[in-house]
């Protein structure tokens, strides 16, 4: 079956960094485009950065931009997210997605990551 399992949230200081991991068995990984979603307290779900099938390619949400890193290893069916001078504002759940069309879309289900003195 599907699964997406994310790793590597936690509670971490202003300015510091983690390295969020999702790991995928159970589909084609390389034949999916990834992408890192959070949802904050109280607020929607939103795109952070997603990445196309074969890596060439990237997308950012303006606020994570210059300090989140998207990337991933097809041989090892993981995508990661580095998330460097993370701010309060970064506090939420973040989401896994793998996505290859309407029929194929999968969500794991959130580590948490606050950022908190």
């Known amino acids: 079956q599907v699964q997406l399992v994310e790793s590597g949230g936690g509670l971490v200081q202003p300015g510091g960094s983690l390295r969020l991991s999702c790991a995928a068995s159970?589909?084609?990984?390389?034949?999916?485009?990834m992408s890192w979603y959070r949802q904050a307290p109280g607020k929607e779900r939103e795109l952070v950065a997603a990445?196309?099938?074969?890596?060439?390619?990237?997308n950012y949400a303006d606020s994570v931009k210059g300090r989140f890193t998207i990337s991933r290893d097809n041989a090892k069916n993981t995508v990661y997210l580095q998330m460097n001078s993370l701010k309060p504002e970064d506090t939420a759940v973040y989401y896994c997605?793998?996505?290859?069309?309407?029929?194929?879309?999968?969500w794991g289900k959130g580590t948490l990551v606050t950022v908190s003195s």
């Open positions: 997605n793998a996505y290859r069309d309407w029929y194929h879309n999968y």
């Open positions: 159970g589909f084609t990984f390389s034949s999916y485009a």
């Open positions: 990445i196309t099938s074969d890596g060439s390619s990237t």
